[in-house]
């Protein structure tokens, strides 16, 4: 963990007022190039998926679009796990299930493919950043509609000062980096 505590520190960037004025995003993309970086902050998302003796627990890792994808889907192969995304509306082709949420700048809708999940698995969650907690909030929602079981949820950065953790309930939440 500590090599991808180290990675974060030195390789994401802080880019004021983007989308919009007040929000300071977080740039994952030069650490996502940096081979060292990523393949050390994968191990450690992949940890959440892993019991005490290292055995993998889930069955699934779902990434939350769109950065999520980028870190779920090594992730799963990391635990030896399919992948599923968890998409905006509109974007995947078969039967879904759909929730909307609020963002800390505005609202969304999110969608899982309605046999992505069988009943039963236990599914990973991965994403970039944990604001304040819809995004997780909503993908539990989605995953439990399945029939489906959220084990954790795995990010890099917990922006802390955000309270999302309100949102998750009872469910573990591992952090690269809390802010």
Known sequence: MAAARDAVGRLVVDVPDFPEPGVVFKDISPLLADHDGFTAVIDALADAGRDDAGDVVVD?????????????????????????PVRKAGKLPRETYAVAYALEYGEATLELHQ?????????????????????????????????????????????????????????????????
Not at 151 to 179: I, M, N, Q, Y
């Open 60 to 84: 699934k890792v779902v990434g939350m679009e769109a950065r999520g994808f980028i870190l779920a889907a090594p992730v799963a192969l990391a635990l030896g796990c399919g992948f599923v």
């Open 115 to 179: 046999d992505s999940v069988a009943p039963g698995e236990r599914v990973l969650m991965v994403d970039d950043v944990l604001a304040t907690g819809g995004t997780v909030a909503a993908t539990t929602e989605l995953i439990r509609r399945c029939g489906g079981e959220a084990h954790a949820v795995s990010v890099l950065l917990e922006l802390g000062f955000l309270d999302g953790r309100s949102k998750t309930g009872a469910l573990p939440v591992a952090s690269v980096v809390t802010l």
